[in-house]
């Protein structure tokens, strides 16, 4: 089956930049449900939402429709071309018609975000396993900075692709994937509430969804969170 125009765009921008886009693909309309389940069954009223790494949209046109009346949406990408798609997409999107202050994009890094503003929901996209260990500590840090207490964090990793990249990587590289996914797996020990495997996704993956402590507690003494929801 050929790929899509789309999918093309990402095989460049990945040759082109892999910090900035670590997908062939963007996500399928399952994933971006799994990743976006946060703000479909918030039921407190108005939330700020935070989209990390939207790439060109694909979970971003999922976040839109399901927005509640007064809740905003801050979509962060860093890649240049990526970004000036997705403002053309807020621009144009029937939902945000006579509103688009509602969603704002900004061209940065995530650790770069500038101002106050914290979030009850973050949903993130970036390439984790493209980065150093402490570049996804520094990511990981920064998202919890960001959240609320109470808030939640949905990202997601591509599932039997640790093979391909022992075969196909440097000892180096097996090393720094290995390292990213002991500093991921600590940070799921301490606050994650559920985890879901998307079979219909290309490649499958598994949304993880972490919450920050509302308290001071056992996640803040860094004691384990019971991990729920495996089956989906």
């Not at 700020?48 to 809740?71: C, D, W």
């Not at 402490?134 to 949905?154: F, K, N, Q, S």
Request: charged share 25%; aromatic share 6%.
């Amino acid at each position: 089956m050929a790929l899509r125009t789309m999918d093309w765009t990402f095989l460049t921008e990945a040759a082109r930049d892999p910090r900035t886009t670590g997908a062939v693909a963007p996500s399928g309309k399952a994933l971006a449900r799994a990743l976006t389940d946060p703000v479909r069954t918030w039921a407190q009223g108005p939330l700020t939402v935070l989209e990390a790494g939207a790439g060109t949209g694909a979970v971003t046109r999922a976040l839109i429709p399901q927005l509640h009346p007064g809740s905003s949406l801050d979509v962060v990408e860093a890649n240049p071309r990526f970004a000036d798609r997705l403002r053309r997409l807020v621009d144009t999107h029937p939902h945000l018609a006579g509103k688009p202050e509602r969603v704002r994009v900004h061209r940065s890094y995530v650790e770069d975000l500038p101002g106050e503003q914290r979030y009850d929901v973050i949903v993130s996209g970036l390439p984790l396993t493209n980065f150093t260990p402490d570049g996804v500590e520094a990511i990981m840090a920064r998202y919890l900075e960001l959240l609320h207490p109470g808030g939640t964090l949905t990202y997601f990793a591509y599932l039997g692709t640790r093979s391909a990249r022992t075969l196909l990587s440097s000892r180096a590289q097996t090393r720094r994937h290995r390292a990213v996914e002991e500093v991921m797996a600590a940070y799921q020990r301490r606050y994650a509430t559920g985890r879901w495997s998307v079979w219909a996704n290309l490649p499958p993956a598994r949304v993880w969804q972490l919450r920050k402590p509302c308290r001071a507690g056992r996640e803040e003494r860094g004691e384990p969170h019971a991990v729920t929801g495996t089956g989906r």
